[in-house]
């Protein structure tokens, strides 16, 4: 089955500071893997999400992530982060035979002025 | 003109009873789905349904039993329920979800509080 690790439970970055929240998976050669954002008290909304093609994916919010298959992670980066920026991040990508999404644990990320 | 709704968004109610909550998607998707997050924030897919037909099943306790009148709607009922069904429950739709590479839109959430 397919696992989507997180290592990173919270993390702390000061407002106008780049980000990086690191995401690896463990199945698929050439897997479909995706960038969820939590706002607090909200529901999921979708970032990027990465197919095939360009590794380098652009998404909204000014986010993007790069898929590196030789170390299996789907990394996702902000060169400057805003106070609303605060959230919860999930990585996810679907399971064997494509037909459910495996989340990951999530990172909280939290903004100091 | 929210695009995936649930109701009710807080649901505060005693161990042993029933209870039901609602989604509607105005997407015109085809897939629906329940998802738990629990106090740790770990999101686990619990069902999906395609056109009002059971797709996925994953292993939870029969006194879940989600409800499909049509293809916008995906109800979920809880019988009996316990201490540990207290979560944030979330409702979700697709396109086509019968691959999972299809961009999921969720609604706002039901916080479930089992007393």
């Known amino acids: 089955a397919q696992s989507v690790t997180q290592p990173d439970i919270h993390i702390t970055v000061s407002e106008g500071a780049s980000l990086e929240l690191r995401c690896n998976y463990s199945y698929g050669a050439t897997p479909y893997l995706f960038w969820y954002v939590q706002s607090p008290g909200q529901g999921l909304q979708l970032l990027l999400k990465?197919?095939?093609?360009?590794?380098l994916v652009q998404g909204i919010k000014g986010f993007e992530a790069e898929f590196k298959r030789s170390q299996s992670s789907f990394n996702l980066r902000k060169p400057s982060v805003h106070w609303s920026d605060a959230a919860e991040y999930f990585c996810?990508?679907?399971?064997?035979?494509?037909?459910?999404?495996?989340f990951g644990t999530g990172t909280r990320l939290t903004i100091i002025p | 003109d929210t695009a995936v709704s649930q109701t009710p968004k807080y649901l505060v109610t005693q161990m042993g009873n029933d209870k039901s909550i609602k989604c509607e998607q105005n997407?015109?998707?085809?897939?629906m789905y329940w998802y738990k997050q629990d106090s740790k924030k770990f999101l686990k897919i619990m069902f999906s349904y395609n056109n009002k037909e059971l797709i996925i099943n994953e292993t939870v306790p029969n006194r879940f039993s989600p409800k499909s009148p049509d293809k916008a709607h995906l109800n979920l009922h809880i019988n009996s329920l316990e201490l540990g069904d207290s979560a944030v429950y979330f409702c979700a739709s697709s396109q086509d979800g019968t691959s999972g590479v299809d961009t999921q839109y969720f609604g706002p959430g039901t916080r479930l509080t089992v007393l």
């Open positions: 996810a990508a679907p399971d064997f035979g494509n037909e459910k999404l495996t």
């Open positions: 990465y197919f095939s093609g360009d590794t």
């Open positions: 997407l015109g998707h085809d897939t």
